[in-house]
């Protein structure tokens, strides 16, 4: 449950310095006092914990933009990364490794949202804020949570894919649900966003899956598994809860003869998914404007470090998490189809032109008119 709402900063960000200086009786230059007495340096660990590389965007945009930010800010902070490679337990040693270096802030996006709680107790034990980040921690003490409004996506994604096939006169026919990682909280709300458009517009829901550890092969293998049952001139469309599990659904699809493809939708605006999107093959991605995600959560995890409050102006929404009402950053997602590539990804620097019509995909691109 979302609410949105003006939310009251109880003071401003202020930085008094960016030097880290040895701790005294007194607050020094470069150093802050917490409400408990406790003084934080400027030059503070702050852990950044990903969940996995199969998605793309976590190597190639939220680390290198997150780390970029924090050493803008606080040159002499020291980022502790790690990914967790899709492995729960491993990411929970990764936590307590970095609790365990001195790590003042967690930046977290699980791997698995319930059992994260234990990590958010451990770091409350220490008293460590945890922030949560692009994936909602559920059942914990979270202190703040960073993402998009994630329902949102996934009614931008089932309304799109809705009104293509009405646009195609097939606003009646049988569509498969290739849905995310069922420990993922964002995926849950991925489904229930995308059911809120496709359910009751006529179209039908053939076959459903979801899609463990977000494997592009797994989808690939339930893409299969629904071609065998309905039949691959049956499906009028797919809903793909990201790129990678789109690129599994059109391999599938390829591989059996499917042609025209269907509409396939999409999340991430991963490179693949972009060229895909160019040269016709999947109709549309959910562009997250990862680069400021990525940098509020630097700026609000220097300021933790700190020990001082979240930006001014940033927190607009609270998420219930099962525990509480977590004070929240939430931004807005973008439908990207072959039409507005240029206008959303090229025009924001997230893939440059030349990245996306390289090799394959000059003719397509061309053929679009995209450059």
Not at 40 to 64: N, V
Not at 86 to 111: C, F, I, R
């Amino acid at each position: 449950m979302i609410r949105v709402g003006t939310v009251t900063v109880l003071a401003a960000l202020t930085w008094v310095g960016t030097a880290c200086k040895k701790e005294s009786s007194e607050p020094a230059a470069g150093t802050t006092a917490t409400s408990t007495g406790e003084k934080k340096a400027a030059g503070a660990k702050i852990a950044l914990l990903l969940p996995e590389s199969k998605t793309a965007r976590y190597e190639s945009h939220d680390r290198p933009h997150f780390e970029r930010k924090v050493k803008e800010l606080c040159p002499e902070c020291e980022v502790i990364y790690s990914n967790a490679d899709q492995d729960a337990a491993k990411q929970q040693s990764q936590a307590e490794a970095a609790l365990t270096n001195g790590a003042q802030v967690l930046v977290l996006d699980p791997v698995d949202s319930a059992s994260a709680a234990a990590t958010v107790a451990r770091a409350k034990q220490s008293k460590v804020p945890v922030i949560s980040y692009d994936r909602l921690i559920t059942g914990a003490d979270v202190d703040y949570y960073i993402s998009f409004d994630n329902e949102k996506v996934g009614k931008l994604q089932g309304q799109a894919l809705v009104d293509k096939l009405k646009a195609d006169g097939k606003g009646s026919g049988t569509v498969v649900m290739i849905n995310g990682a069922p420990t993922d909280n964002n995926a849950k709300m991925f489904k229930a966003g995308a059911h809120a458009a496709i359910d009751g517009s006529g179209l039908t829901v053939g076959a459903e899956y979801d899609t463990p550890d977000w494997s592009p092969d797994k989808a690939q293998q339930q893409m299969e598994q629904a071609l065998t049952s309905l039949g691959k001139d049956k499906i009028v469309g797919v809903y793909a809860a990201n790129d990678g599990t789109a690129g599994g659904a059109i391999a599938a699809m390829k591989a059996s003869g499917v042609n025209p493809l269907p509409p396939v939708t999409g999340q991430d605006a991963e490179l693949a998914g972009i060229q895909r999107i160019v040269a016709g093959e999947q109709f549309m991605t959910v562009y997250k404007a990862i680069k400021p995600e990525a940098e509020v959560a630097a700026e609000l995890a220097v300021a933790l470090a700190k020990g001082q409050p979240a930006p001014a102006g940033k927190v607009n929404a609270k998420v219930n998490n099962g525990q509480k009402d977590v004070p929240a950053i939430l931004l807005a997602p973008v439908a990207v189809t072959k039409e507005n590539v240029k206008s959303t990804v090229v025009a924001d620097g997230f893939w440059k032109a030349d990245e996306i019509c390289a090799g394959a995909y000059k003719d397509a691109c061309a053929t679009a008119q995209f450059q």
